[in-house]
């Protein structure tokens, strides 16, 4: 808007600040690693990492819904015992 040229690298950074804490290890890993990719390298990289949050937080749930479960088990088992 005013005619300031904005560098690759802030760009970068303020999309990495914007993204939500899921995304975590895919921030640690990118800086970590040096990397310098453009917007575009950069998108591609956030839709298979987006792909992977799904399925992390899908396995996560089930997981819990799983845990749930077997409390429940081990609650009836005990009532019956007693």
Wanted: hydrophobic share 40%; glycine share 4%; aromatic share 8%.
């Amino acid at each position: 808007m005013f005619g300031f040229p904005i560098s690759q690298k802030l760009v970068t950074d303020l999309i990495m600040s914007s993204l939500p804490d899921s995304y975590s290890q895919f921030v640690m890993y990118y800086n970590m690693s040096n990397m310098e990719k453009s917007i575009s390298e950069l998108h591609l990289m956030l839709k298979t990492a987006e792909q992977n949050v799904k399925k992390l937080i899908a396995n996560v749930l089930v997981i819990q819904k799983g845990k749930d479960m077997k409390k429940k088990a081990k609650g009836k088992g005990l009532s019956r015992l007693l």
